[in-house]
């Protein structure tokens, strides 16, 4: 988690006005993995993202 965290704010320090920029605070705590998964009914996919599918019983937001 600090490798991302420290490769993000790197990356983002490469930006012209962002040289004086420091971190104060990175938490210790560490996220979930991304290996589990849930399954059931419906696998939400990466391909559903890209091929912009409908599920007739999600809820829109801000449309």
């Known amino acids: 988690m600090f490798k991302a965290i420290y490769g ?3 990356n983002a320090k490469q ?3 962002n040289e004086k920029l420091a971190l104060e605070w990175v938490s210790y705590l560490v996220g ?8 059931g ?12 599918r409908k599920f007739p019983d ?3 937001y801000g449309v």
Do not use: H, N, Q
């Open 8 to 10: 993000s704010f790197y």
């Open 15 to 17: 930006e012209p006005g």
């Open 32 to 39: 979930k993995r991304e290996s589990r998964r849930l399954k």
């Open 41 to 52: 009914d419906c696998i939400f996919t990466f391909r559903d993202v890209r091929e912009l």
């Open 58 to 60: 999600a809820v829109a």
